[in-house]
């Protein structure tokens, strides 16, 4: 069941009682879906591309041309459903009895009972462009709009679902993003909606990736101050990195750690 106005109870997201959803949704797995409003963010983009003062101009041309392209036509997408944590261990969380095996997402869920499960994606009308990867440069400049997209998108709904649920912060993992949550998450996390290529032109591959590529799931709940899950990443060179490798929150989850200047 999809829907745009069904409201859980503020007090009960808040402070993290374990839900009976069907007493406040028609359904027990209603999905919610947004269209997001994006305005492509030229500079910070352009802030992205370095200082090759050799390709900058015709980046920056390209760029122009195809932001000219498709501003008028990006339709990002969210969809997100909310969902109770049904049983928990030390390596594993069930959520509405679907199992999760990551000791960062046990650990980080041990006194929450509700979650946000979400996609959002850039859209598949910018994926279809016909640009092609031998075509470097303007394909290099497709890709980053296509992240800044996907990245506006992510703040859109974090700031969609703590309005609508009056939440002071949210935490958001995501599948793939570190070793202990790995990209075979995305398989369990997917199971748990319906119908998603219908609706947000989504689906999971067989290599366990979104397609488009520039779609991202996630994991959002609230359990006290947030921190990125970048920050616990051992990924030297990341576009997309939000927060510096933090050994200490590693070795907090039990994860193994390595010195920032290695």
């Known amino acids: 069941m999809l829907s745009r106005d069904n409201y859980l109870s503020k007090r009960e997201i808040r402070e993290g009682f374990r839900l009976t959803i069907s007493n406040a949704n028609p359904e027990k797995d209603t999905q919610f879906v947004l269209d997001i409003p994006v305005t492509i963010d030229r500079a910070e983009i352009l802030r992205s591309f370095g200082n090759n003062e050799r390709t900058r101009a015709a980046m920056e041309k390209h760029l122009d041309e195809l932001i000219a392209m498709v501003q008028n036509t990006v339709r990002a997408k969210a ?10 261990s030390e390596h594993d969380v069930e959520i509405e009895g679907v199992k999760f095996s990551s000791k960062v997402l046990s650990k980080s869920l041990a006194s929450v009972n509700t979650v946000f499960l979400s996609l959002i994606t850039c859209g598949k009308e910018l994926d279809e462009l016909p640009v092609s990867p031998k ?20 703040r859109y709904l974090i700031d969609h679902i703590k309005e609508k649920f009056n939440l002071p912060d949210i935490t958001h ?14 398989v ?4 748990l909606f319906h119908d998603t290529e219908k ?14 590529l520039k779609s991202a799931s996630s994991i959002m709940f609230y359990n006290g101050p947030s921190f990125e899950s970048c920050a616990l990443c ?12 933090n050994p200490k929150l590693a070795a907090q989850f039990g994860l193994p750690t390595k010195k920032q200047n290695d």
């Open 199 to 212: 609706i947000i032109g989504v689906k999971l591959t067989s290599t366990k990736t979104l397609q488009p």
């Open 188 to 191: 369990p996390l997917m199971s």
């Open 234 to 245: 051992l990924q030297p060179k990341c576009a997309g990195r939000r927060a510096a490798y």
């Open 173 to 186: 993992l995501h599948p793939g993003e570190f070793a202990d949550l790995g990209i075979e998450q995305q």
């Open 135 to 154: 075509d470097y440069l303007r394909y290099f400049c497709l890709e980053a709009i296509k992240t800044n997209v996907l990245f506006q998108a992510g």
């Open 79 to 88: 969809l997100y459903r909310v969902a109770c944590v049904t049983a928990r």
